[in-house]
């Protein structure tokens, strides 16, 4: 069965490392050393489990309420990760207890630091996930943002970081307006995302969108380690990048 944790766990170990523990799983010559790995596999999943889903309560909860929205983006989540039966239930659990009065957020961060080892992609993907869930309702709250930035620079991203996903999920989530153009709004968001201004040129905007491409191109994600069961998330970032560069290429007849 395919389960978020152990996925991530792949991706955090990387294709070498992955297959040395592999290997030492599957012919330690004793039942001591198979029963220490497993067991710290076992914890390490915990721990992740945990700090993925504590932050994303404390994240909907930062503007004091946690809308019906955001808890159908966590259980879209739940189905995207493939998390069940026990799994499903932890990570439902930690979500609630993120929401709790009191709850340390920056250890939580720090230990999902610590297991992650810094990783740049799982990071991105870490936050894409907390993005997510709180652009549900279709609005960021200013007291969600400050914590998505204090999160972010916690694991060693930046502000800017944080606005060019949040710029991306926007711009996905939005319709097409009665005129078939996109609003100024998506527009605006449409060019952030792509981390580029209005006054690019047709060369530089392909230039950005077809780097964005390639740094979050699944194949190229999994060849430096990301697991099978990340895909979705990986996948759904390529799409957002794509919706980005329609809405430009809707509104500028130059870019082609």
Request: some cysteine; glycine content about 10%.
């Amino acid at each position: 069965m395919l389960i978020f944790i152990g996925a991530l766990l792949g991706a955090f170990f990387g294709g070498f490392g992955g297959l040395i523990i592999g290997a030492l799983i599957g012919h330690a010559s004793g039942y001591a050393l198979r029963r220490f790995v497993v067991g710290g596999l076992q914890i390490a999943q915990s721990h992740l489990l945990d700090s993925t889903f504590s932050i994303m309560g404390a994240l909907c909860k930062a503007d004091n309420v946690v809308s019906r929205d955001e808890i159908n983006a966590v259980e879209q989540i739940f189905g995207m990760l493939k998390l069940q039966g026990e799994s499903r239930e932890r990570a439902k659990a930690a979500f609630n207890r993120g929401k709790q009065p009191g709850f340390d957020l920056d250890a939580a961060v720090d230990q999902f630091a610590k297991i992650s080892r810094g990783r740049g992609p799982l990071l991105q993907l870490f936050l894409q996930l907390q993005c997510m869930a709180v652009t549900a309702d279709g609005r960021i709250d200013p007291a969600e943002h400050a914590m998505l930035v204090r999160i972010a620079q916690r694991l060693g991203l930046t502000e800017a970081d944080v606005s060019q996903l949040e710029a991306l999920l926007r711009a996905a989530m939005g319709g097409p307006s009665a005129s078939g153009q996109p609003t100024q709004d998506r527009l605006d968001d449409a060019y952030v995302a792509l981390g580029i201004t209005k006054d690019a040129n047709p060369a530089e905007i392909k230039r950005a969108y077809r780097k964005l491409m390639s740094q979050n191109h699944p194949d190229k994600l999994a060849s430096k380690g990301l697991p099978e069961s990340m895909r979705p998330v990986a996948e759904e970032r390529s799409r957002e990048i794509n919706s980005a560069y329609d809405i430009i290429k809707a509104a500028r007849p130059d870019v082609r």
